[in-house]
């Protein structure tokens, strides 16, 4: 596939992360709320499997599609720059456009370590499965998603890699949305780089909103 094919495809599946991440944020603001809204919201979300299951595939799909793809441009840009690396000087290229692979990595790692933490509840987490609550007081028992939150993000060490986590994202997203508008001409360096601004001002959103939430249950201002 051509370069440019590859960059849609990376700047398309890019975006439906985005919007899927955006979204798991606004819900996740729900745990500064009494229990029973993030409670009623996880349980609502998983009574539909089909909508549920259709969404994983989606997600699931897409982060093969974005990963595959950068790994293909990378094969692309090396064979067009037969030059040994130790002999290229770095060109002005941000931080950060150096940097996403290792950022991307992080934040793989982060998401498996995140699976493993709350959504497959494997050891030493296996606790999580048997957190329960009642909706009202003559509903049935419901996963206590507000207390496995609490009590998965309280150890600081838990916290801090869930910041960590989000250091990656902040990056990985900035460079990407900035990314996305520079392969396809949106960018006219003369004017206002508002392109510029949308994505810091989308990773700062990002970092703080997640980070928000391991924070504020490590100072114990959630319990
Ligand atoms: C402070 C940050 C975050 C918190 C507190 C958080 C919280 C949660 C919780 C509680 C669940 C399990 C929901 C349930 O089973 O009822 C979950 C699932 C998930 N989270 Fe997060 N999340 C955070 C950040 C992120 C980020 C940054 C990403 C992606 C880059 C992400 C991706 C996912 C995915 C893919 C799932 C599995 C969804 C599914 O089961 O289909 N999360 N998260």
Request: glycine fraction near 8%; proline fraction near 5%.
């Amino acid at each position: 596939m051509s370069t440019i094919g590859l960059k849609i495809l990376m700047g398309v599946t890019g975006l439906i992360l985005v919007g899927y991440i955006s979204l798991h944020m606004l819900g996740n603001w729900q745990v500064f709320l009494p229990a029973v809204y993030i409670n009623q919201y996880s349980y609502l979300l998983k009574s539909v499997p089909l909508l549920l299951w259709s969404v994983r595939l989606v997600l699931l799909a897409s982060f093969a599609v974005h990963v595959a793809s950068a790994v293909r441009l990378a094969q692309l840009r090396r064979a067009a720059r037969p030059k040994r690396y130790d002999q290229i000087k770095p060109n002005g290229a941000s931080w950060e456009s150096r940097s996403m692979l290792l950022t991307g990595i992080g934040l793989g790692l982060f998401v498996l370590f995140h699976l493993y933490h709350f959504t497959w509840h494997f050891p030493p987490f296996s606790a999580f499965d048997r957190f329960s609550a009642r909706l009202s007081e003559t509903s049935h028992p419901v996963p206590d998603v507000h207390r496995m939150m609490v009590e998965g993000l309280r150890n600081p060490w838990v916290a801090g890699a869930y910041l960590l986590g989000m250091s990656c994202l902040f990056f990985h997203i900035r460079h990407g949305i900035d990314g996305i508008f520079s392969s396809f001409g949106l960018v006219n360096r003369r004017s206002f780089p508002w392109e510029r601004w949308l994505a810091h001002a989308l990773g700062w959103v990002f970092f703080l909103g997640f980070s928000a939430i391991p924070v504020a249950i490590v100072l114990g201002w959630v319990r």
